[in-house]
């Protein structure tokens, strides 16, 4: 994954989820740039949304503000009924469950990042 700015990461997002409301589309740079400094508190990095955002941090970003636009959708003006996440189409019923997944994904992102999660082999 290449290094990308916030405005490239939340049309990304945009791309990626559909229907996406005008309510909804005009939070998500906003969106975005709360997660980028979300990531600066958690990590401890000097990124800005204007600037190049390192690869390696674009994919919690996505995930986290993917998260906070999943979970917008599902609250706002009563919620959407249906919408397709990628590939996957879903109804306004899970898409608080799917919102977590990605807040979960992203946090455990953001911990790989800090030193904060080991993976060992288990022998046997």
Known sequence: MADK???????????YISPLSSNISGLLLTTVENQVFYVNQFVG?????GGLIDSIYVPAITNLALSN????MAIQDGGANSASIG????????????SKQYHDLGQTQLMALTKGLKFFKARG
């Open 5 to 15: 700015n916030a405005g490239s990461i939340a049309l990304d997002i945009f791309n």
């Open 45 to 49: 990095t000097n990124l800005t949304s």
């Open 69 to 72: 636009i999943i979970n917008i």
């Open 87 to 98: 590939d996957l189409s879903i109804e306004n019923s899970n898409l608080m469950t799917m």
